[in-house]
């Protein structure tokens, strides 16, 4: 339920995009003291209702990011075609019942080790960028054995509802760059693609006389494209900052 309201908010956001725009509509960059205020209040209510969210401190400075990991369920069967795994064992008769057994058993094996690619493990980090004056979401995908996911697999992985709607440019939505705090390689929501999604949420509150925590809406509206969904007591219970 979760997944499908946050395809519809997408939806909606999307159509809104297309539509006229009003020019007092507000702004769609964000100050590091708010980014940092509004993690706090998100990060609270994370805690609250135990939603695996932490703040990461980078030893010896003062930045830091939010981070939770997750399973996220596998959409494409190309996991498994590049791995060899088949669910279809041939038994030749005749065959005695130990051997039966035996081909049992072998089959088993092969049908636990495609098991074990039927979720993914993502981690996410929500960092602050100075340069666009905005947050950008960072995460990295492996499969359980550990195997790092290609960037072709992680875009597969994309839910069809979103890639349907990105696909005139997946590459400058989904890109793999250096991760800024730790100097590993991540994967990334292009922060270019930040206003085409917030400013119709933007707007849309400001059309309501609403004030938002901006990284709830945020989240609400990026996540699901690369399978991180936000529960809906976020929207109702983590206010904006004062």
């Known amino acids: 339920m979760v997944r499908q309201r946050a395809i519809e908010q997408f939806a909606r956001f999307m159509t809104a995009m297309a539509g006229e725009r009003n020019s007092a509509?507000?702004?769609c960059y964000l100050g590091e003291r708010t980014f940092q205020l509004c993690c706090q209040l998100f990060l609270q209510h994370s805690e609250t209702i135990q939603d695996g969210w932490s703040w990461e401190q980078i030893k010896g400075t003062d930045e830091g990011f939010m981070k939770k990991c997750v399973l996220v369920p596998v959409r494409s069967n190309i996991l498994h075609n590049q791995h060899g795994c088949s669910m279809q064992a041939e038994i030749m008769d005749p065959l005695t019942e130990e051997i039966q057994a035996n081909?049992?058993?072998e089959t088993a094996g092969v049908?636990?080790?495609?098991?074990?690619?039927a979720v993914l493990s993502y981690e996410y980090h929500v960092l602050?960028?100075?340069s666009y004056q905005i947050p950008i979401l960072y995460f990295r995908a492996t499969t359980l054995d550990g195997r790092s996911l290609s960037l072709?697999?992680?875009?597969?992985n994309v839910h069809p509802n979103y890639k349907q709607r990105l696909l005139q440019g997946p590459w400058d939505t989904l890109t793999q760059q250096e991760h800024p705090l730790l100097g590993q390689s991540f994967f990334m929501l292009h922060p270019c693609r930040t206003e085409e999604f917030m400013k119709p949420a933007l707007d849309l509150a400001q059309m309501e006389n609403k004030r938002v925590n901006y990284i709830?809406?945020?989240?609400?509206?990026?996540g699901p494209v690369?399978?991180?969904?936000?529960?809906l007591s976020y929207s109702t219970a983590v206010s904006a900052p004062d």
Do not use: I
Not at 111 to 117: F, K, L, N, P, R
Not at 152 to 156: K, T
Not at 216 to 222: I, K, P, Q, Y
Not at 226 to 231: A, C, F, K, M, R
């Open 25 to 27: 509509s507000v702004t």
């Open 103 to 105: 081909v049992e058993d």
């Open 216 to 222: 709830v809406t945020w989240l609400s509206v990026v």
């Open 152 to 156: 072709e697999e992680v875009w597969s």
């Open 128 to 130: 602050y960028s100075c």
């Open 111 to 117: 049908q636990a080790v495609c098991e074990s690619h």
């Open 226 to 231: 690369v399978g991180l969904d936000v529960p």
